[in-house]
């Protein structure tokens, strides 16, 4: 067993390499020394995260969620992903972006290693370039003319490559470490060195040394003295990922480590061989699973395929060590994907020892996919039976409503803010509003889905029609808000959506008995799997990359919560607003009553609320006046905290504290007030500082008023009433699944048509295009057909 700091071979490559690794170092500050990056938080563009590492090494993590605890990891790099195409040559910039987590990881505090491939590889891109110089020099001489025939590269010898290549392959890796102040150090193994006690034991106490040290192993087997391969063409299948595998495996339970990451040319372990048609990535895999799986073929390079990872992962796992096998390879993940797997996303195949009781969010996305369009086929008055029985539900099982709502309100006592804890609480008379929300949904169930929209005669005996269906499943994300399940369940029964809930474990008691009382609603229909409550331990980000699963994703909880599904959505549409910056004008010739009444009910009523007052526009004539008086008093009153606008401040001699931005959603007793010329000033300042949530004008005048209406460019606007009025049961819609800022499908308070897209059905009796041709027999008509109407009674 050989083990050194790797230099030698440095100075060898330094001209070939060099220049290239000089350009790893790029991603960090150009201001930043080498010796002080380890106090520095985020000199990398890989996420930093902060999180206890202590961990008693025994069993396996249960759970993805638990490998950000992860201290001692080993990264398994395969043939595949350390290697060029070709086979000839390293995959530099790949090796460089793994170089990049692994170090980001390590200067976390944690104890990385790494067990690599490649040196037979750089060999023999080495022994290749040295034999066809020699041969090309042979040939110039014996032929005297410069024209070269074609030269014959013999097959290579895989053990004298791994001679050639280690040199050069830990020269390489010492370089790209160096920038980021990590030291590298190499160990070559064979089999004996596991096998004899007395080396095992030099072996492990070496790699506690350099892991003391904070020095990052770099393990590999000694291929210059192993025992051949099978033969093969040239070099394949010379470097063994098998043994490369056994070797990790081996490794991670030799030295306790927390987690194994082995990265190769494929997603993960599939259900079948990767590629074919039905072939779905295994997220979890569980010992005994084996007899469901079909192995595909080995990889690009190496002896071994994804059986013989298998094999290693469920031997670590059985040591206690936990394992995932991912693509090392994918350009688009493959620059971040050993942090994302520390972080505790789905990213390969996870092996567990734990295997959930109910079903997995993909198992439960096909069951609302299925039930959804058995529920678009109901009859509409089966819908509305559905919907009315859970309203009955929601009175009759109060009781035990309240008491599971009790015990959720009990464990957040002291951990969440008084006005999250608002939200949480239910009580009968929200039960009461939420059963009559339910029944106006069900009665506008009546003409939603296959409604027809529009009547087309193409031509003689060839009729076109467009019609409403549902847009197919939904994924409603929310904080806090157990009254919301009804009322989104309701919706989405009432537009024959499939559903998928994701609630916040603040509520988790509250969820379960309404998600109960809604498959229960449900079942009198035979569609119970139409609406899925999500209880696994399913990050939000994760949920948000099933993109073959979802077809729309609604968050409704706080900004920051909106903002990160949209950036965390992944091909799939996010319906919703990202802030409620909401903002009253009160013009000139505003009524004094009016202003005062309508400024506390916007922001005093609810002020939690998306759709409460956060900035209040005044008239500059109104300053100084009794209307401006009465609305200062009166906030003064309900102890609003107010934030002046740069204009406001400078009419005032002692001026409250100034605003930091005029863009800002408060969330509470705070408001801002600042001072416009006109009407026309109003709008630009909303146009520039609003989120086009919701604006409202105050004003006797109705020419100004009309004009604010039509101008204002937001999703509702409103002349003389609050801005609390945006809601979906306020509008008459029942209930809303939340509010829409977006200009494409559904803005506003969004019921239950912005559940719904279309589809058209063409019917014709043997109609083809030609028939239509310049010399055909027929010709278009495209007539408008009265659309009929449903009988809505």
């Known amino acids: ?67 950000k605890h992860a201290k001692r990891i080993v990264v398994k790099l395969g043939s595949a992903v350390v290697t060029r195409g070709d086979e000839c040559g390293l995959a530099l910039g790949r090796l460089a972006s793994i170089v990049e987590q692994v170090s980001v990881l390590q200067n976390q505090g944690r104890e990385m290693m790494l067990v690599t491939s490649g040196a037979v590889a750089f060999g023999k891109q080495r022994l290749r370039h040295e034999i066809l110089l020699s041969q090309s020099v042979r040939q110039a001489l014996h032929s005297g003319q410069n024209q070269l025939k074609e030269l014959a590269i013999p097959v290579l010898e895989a053990r004298a490559c791994a001679a050639a290549g280690q040199s050069g392959l830990m020269a390489l890796y010492e370089a790209m470490f160096t920038q980021y102040s990590i030291c590298a150090a190499q160990i070559l193994v064979t089999n004996l060195d596991f096998h004899d006690e007395q080396k095992r034991r030099n072996l492990n106490g070496t790699l506690h040394e350099l892991l003391r040290m904070n020095i990052v192993p770099i393990v590999n087997t000694n291929d210059a003295v192993v025992p051949p391969a099978e033969p093969n063409s040239d070099l394949q299948g010379v470097i063994s990922v098998k043994d490369n595998d056994s070797l990790a495996a081996r490794l991670a339970v030799e030295m306790k480590t927390d987690l194994l990451i082995i990265l190769s040319d494929v997603e993960g372990l599939f259900d079948s061989p990767p590629g074919s048609d039905d072939a779905k990535l295994i997220d979890i895999f569980y010992p005994g699973d084996q007899q469901s799986v079909t192995f595909g073929t080995k990889s690009r390079v190496g002896m071994g395929g994804m059986e013989a990872k298998v094999k290693a992962a469920l031997w670590a796992l059985q040591g206690g060590t936990s394992v995932v096998i991912a693509n090392g390879t994918h350009p688009k993940v493959s620059g971040h994907v050993i942090t994302d797997i520390v972080e505790g996303k789905k990213v390969g195949t996870f092996f567990s020892e734990v295997k959930p009781a109910g079903p997995t969010v993909e198992q439960q996305g096909e069951m609302a996919r299925s039930g959804g369009r058995t529920l678009a086929t109901l009859e509409p008055e089966q819908r509305a039976e559905i919907i009315h029985h859970l309203a009955d539900l929601l009175t009759d099982q109060r009781d035990e409503i309240l008491l599971a709502n009790k015990k959720d309100l009990e464990e957040a006592e002291g951990r969440l803010a008084t006005p999250l804890l608002k939200r949480l609480s239910l009580s009968t008379s929200k039960l009461n509003s939420l059963a009559i929300g339910l029944r106006q949904i069900a009665a506008s169930s009546q003409d939603s889905v296959g409604r027809v929209l529009r009547r087309t005669r193409i031509a003689k005996n060839l009729e076109l029609e467009q019609v409403t269906v549902p847009i197919g499943v939904l994924l409603v994300i929310f904080e806090s808000r157990p009254d919301c399940l009804p009322q989104v369940a309701a919706l989405a029964i009432a537009s024959g959506n499939g559903l998928l809930l994701k609630g916040g474990k603040e509520a988790a008691h509250s969820n379960r008995i309404l998600h109960l ?36 994703i609604i968050p409704r909880g706080s900004s920051q919560l909106v903002r990160d599904i949209q950036k965390a959505s992944k091909g799939i549409p996010v319906m919703g607003h990202s802030e409620g910056i909401c903002h009253m004008y009160v013009d000139s010739e505003a009524s004094v009553d009016k202003a005062s009444r309508l400024v506390r009910d916007s922001k005093c009523e609810y002020p939690a609320a998306c759709n409460a007052l956060e900035t209040l526009l005044i008239h500059r004539d109104l300053l100084r006046t009794p209307l401006f008086d009465q609305i200062i008093d009166m906030l003064r009153v309900e102890q609003v905290k ?9 009419y005032l001699t002692f001026s409250p504290s100034e605003v930091k931005s005029l863009r800002t959603e408060y969330g509470d007793l705070e408001l801002c007030i600042e001072v416009v010329d006109s009407v026309q ?25 009309e004009f604010f209406l039509q101008h204002v460019d937001s999703a509702c606007v409103f002349w003389n009433a609050s ?18 800022t977006s200009r494409i499908h559904a803005r506003g308070p969004v019921g239950l048509e912005g559940l719904l897209t279309t589809k058209w059905l063409l019917r014709g009796q043997d109609h083809v295009v030609s028939d239509f041709s310049e010399h055909g027999s027929l010709k278009y008509l495209h007539e408008n057909l009265p659309v009929p109407q449903r009988n809505t009674s």
């Not at 390499?17 to 150009?30: F, I």
């Not at 107010?642 to 400078?650: D, N, Q, R, Y």
């Not at 801005?723 to 829409?740: K, M, N, P």
Request: aromatic share 8%; net charge neutral; proline share 5%.
């Open 1 to 67: 067993m050989l083990s050194q700091v790797c230099c030698s071979g440095f100075q060898l490559f330094r001209h070939h390499l060099l220049p290239w690794v000089r350009l790893t170092a790029l991603s960090r500050p150009h201001h930043v020394q080498p010796s002080v990056i380890r106090n520095i938080r985020s000199w990398s563009n890989i996420p930093f995260i902060t999180v206890p590492l202590s961990r008693t090494h025994g069993k396996p993590f249960a759970h993805r969620s638990e490998l």
């Open 517 to 552: 009382l809604t498959q229960e609603a449900l079942s009198m229909h035979g569609v119970k799997e139409a609406v899925q409550l999500v209880n696994t331990r399913e990050e939000v980000e994760d949920l948000c990359r099933l993109d073959k699963i979802i077809d729309l």
């Open 642 to 650: 107010i934030h002046a606008g740069p204009k406001f401040a400078s």
């Open 681 to 705: 000033d109003a709008i630009d300042h909303i146009h520039k500082y609003g989120s086009s949530h919701t604006d409202v004008i105050i004003t006797e005048n109705e020419k100004t008023a």
């Open 723 to 740: 801005t609390r009025f945006s809601d979906g049961y306020r509008f008459g819609l029942g209930a809303e699944v939340g509010i829409s």
